[in-house]
T-cell receptor
Framework: DTEVTQTPKHLVMGMTNKKSLKCEQHMGHRAMYWYKQKAKKPPELMFVYSYEKLSINESVPSRFSPECPNSSLLNLHLHALQPEDSALYLCASSQREGGPTEQYFGPGTRLTVT | GENVEQHPSTLSVQEGDSAVIKCTYS??????FPWYKQELGKRPQLIIDIRSNVGEKKDQRIAVTLNKTAKHFSLHITETQPEDSAVYFC????????FGTGTSLTVIP
């Protein structure tokens, strides 16, 4: 299985809602990533988990809260988002953090904040 | 962080022509250089990569060349087809993945 899955595919939420994005991989990868991507722009790194521990937080606002329950799962909890947070949220995984290793991307969650 | 410059930002070619996209970097520590293709509404997908012990790698109509002295690597697409239309990103993995700014390629039938 060389696939990263993400749910939901689309999400519309109000600024007062709480929602979660989910990501799963069964490739035995030990690094997992959350990216935010605006149209035609490169993915922007948000968080990196390495061996289930938060390794990098790219100064992301606290209204985004990541969680890694186990080596296969990655969640992103959302609360009190702003309209400018509307974007494609991509999850990715790799064998290990950093270095010469391919990143596999999930299909993304298209988030719209109203 | 690492500075990865990618050019051009947009590129339009006639079907059947070639397309070349170039990325330059500043840190010489990496030895892995991947290229990703992202079609509209879809995930970035690895299309080709090269490691620093070779100068060129080819896979059918796409190729990547690497010049470590000049610190740049390029994506070459020959005999372009409309389905090649997409945004292409180079990436530079160091402590994290640094993506180039992207090139929007349009192949005109």
């Amino acid at each position: 299985d060389t696939e990263v899955t993400q749910t939901p595919k689309h999400l519309v939420m109000g600024m007062t809602n709480k929602k979660s994005l989910k990501c799963e991989q069964h490739m035995g990868h030990r690094a997992m990533y959350w990216y935010k991507q605006k149209a035609k722009k490169p993915p922007e790194l948000m968080f990196v988990y390495s061996y289930e521990k938060l390794s990098i937080n790219e100064s992301v606002p606290s209204r985004f809260s990541p969680e890694c329950p186990n080596s296969s799962l990655l969640n992103l909890h959302l609360h009190a988002l702003q309209p400018e947070d509307s974007a494609l949220y991509l999850c990715a995984s790799s064998q290990r953090e950093g270095g010469p290793t391919e990143q596999y991307f999930g299909p993304g969650t298209r988030l719209t904040v109203t | 962080g690492e500075n990865v410059e990618q050019h051009p930002s947009t590129l339009s070619v006639q079907e059947g022509d070639s397309a070349v996209i170039k990325c330059t970097y500043s840190d010489s520590a990496s030895n892995y250089f991947p290229w990703y293709k992202q079609e509209l509404g879809k995930r970035p997908q690895l299309i080709i990569d090269i490691r620093s012990n070779v100068g060129e790698k080819k896979d059918q109509r796409i190729a990547v060349t690497l010049n470590k002295t000049a610190k740049h690597f390029s994506l070459h697409i020959t005999e372009t087809q409309p389905e090649d239309s997409a945004v292409y990103f180079c990436a530079f993995p160091l402590y994290q993945f640094y993506f180039g700014t992207g090139t929007s390629l349009t192949v005109i039938p």
